[in-house]
Each structure stands twice: as structure tokens, then as C-alpha cells.
């Protein structure tokens, strides 16, 4: 499929990437989850918390869930996504980088490798809320392809604050 960026992940659970990268896109494991609610801890979201990642993670035969392992020393996980299929449509409900790590293409192969899943899966495409305030977010999605279809009043909350509802058609 096209439309989400360079290259994608991988049931492999191996990225050719890592050859030019310092990290690998793979499928997210419960030994990851500590990790993961670090990340999200220090990353500024509303909380999901360990116990809501491990239900989806070991649960929900929908979810979309992938892990961005560090090649080198320093933590282990550097970012993560979690998200959803369902039927034609993949949600995305969280992706976060390692406050450390970020521009270095993290969160783009993330959303690569779940993109690519989800299309494998039969979404043709993929929605998302983010903040209105959160540039760095919406100029990845941007770069994407993700394009605003929506505005949702006071759909955030500590602080509140509106959402952009963002698009991709997946080609
Ligand atoms: C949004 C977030 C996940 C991006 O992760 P990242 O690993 O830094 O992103 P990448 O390095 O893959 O960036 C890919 C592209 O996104 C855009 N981008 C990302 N962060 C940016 C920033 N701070 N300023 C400008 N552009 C940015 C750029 O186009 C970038 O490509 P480039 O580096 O070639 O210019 C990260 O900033 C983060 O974790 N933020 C806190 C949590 C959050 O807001 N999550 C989104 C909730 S909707």
C-alpha cells in the first residue's frame, strides 16, 4: 500500500531500517509495558496507565500495538503506538517518543508499521484525534499524508481543550 510514509514493519519482527537506524519497529510485548507507560508518563497524554495497555495488548483482537526497540545502550523501548482496526477503519489512540529520542524518525516508523498492519488487516483508513495545540504531532501526520476533516469542541480534558479529528485515505 502507499500513502504512509517510507517503509514499514513488519510481522518479521525486523526492520531493514536498522541497518540506518538506531532502533527496530516491532510488535509490542507485555515485557514492554512497563516501558511503555514510562513513556507515556513523560510524553504529556491523557492517561491509559498499565492495566488499560495490557488489556488491549492481551485482550482486544483488534488492537494495533508496536514497539520501538533501542539498538543501543539507553532504555530499551524508545516509543510506542497503540491503536485500532476495525473492519475498514484504523483508529490510532496513542503514539509517543522517548523525550530523548525524538526526531530521529521514531514516531514516523511507528505509524508506518501500524499503517501497514492495519491495511493488511482491511483498513483502507485511518483517523485520529490530536490536540490543537500539538504542532509537532499534526506535522507528522501532515507528513503522512493525514489531512483535518474535523474540529471537536472541548474534547480533551487536563487541560481541556479542542481536538483536530485527521484523516488518511489509504492507497
Ligand atoms: C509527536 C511525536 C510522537 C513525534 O515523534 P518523533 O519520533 O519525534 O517523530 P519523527 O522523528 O518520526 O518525525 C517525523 C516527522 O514529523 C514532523 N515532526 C515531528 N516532530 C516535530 C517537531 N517537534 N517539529 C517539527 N516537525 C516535527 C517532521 O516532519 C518529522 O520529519 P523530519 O524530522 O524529517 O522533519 C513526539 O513528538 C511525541 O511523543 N510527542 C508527545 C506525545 C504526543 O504528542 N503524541 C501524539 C498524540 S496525538
Do not use: C
Not at 18 to 47: C, K
Not at 131 to 143: C, G, M, T, V, W
Amino acid at each position: 500500500m502507499k500513502g504512509a510514509g517510507k517503509l514499514s514493519v513488519s510481522s518479521r519482527e525486523q526492520s531493514h531500517e536498522s541497518y540506518l537506524r538506531p532502533f527496530v519497529v516491532t510488535r509490542m510485548h507485555e515485557d514492554d509495558l512497563s516501558l511503555v507507560v514510562e513513556i507515556e508518563e513523560q510524553s504529556g497524554l491523557n492517561r491509559w496507565g498499565y492495566d488499560a495497555y495490557r488489556r488491549e495488548l492481551l485482550t482486544n483482537a483488534n488492537a494495533v500495538m508496536f514497539v520501538a526497540r533501542n539498538l543501543y545502550p539507553g532504555p530499551s523501548i524508545i516509543g510506542f503506538l497503540a491503536g485500532w482496526t476495525v473492519e475498514d477503519e484504523m483508529h490510532i489512540n496513542n503514539i509517543a517518543t522517548h523525550p530523548e529520542y525524538r526526531r530521529m524518525g521514531v514516531g514516523e516508523s511507528l505509524m508506518d508499521a501500524a499503517i501497514e498492519e492495519s491495511w493488511r488487516h482491511g483498513a483502507r483508513y485511518v483517523l485520529l484525534e490530536v490536540r490543537a495545540s500539538n504542532e509537532s504531532a499534526q506535522l507528522l501526520y501532515r507528513k503522512l499524508g493525514f489531512s483535518f476533516v474535523a474540529r471537536r469542541r472541548d474534547y480533551y480534558r487536563f487541560p481541556t481543550e479542542d481536538a483536530f479529528v485527521m484523516k488518511l485515505e489509504m492507497k
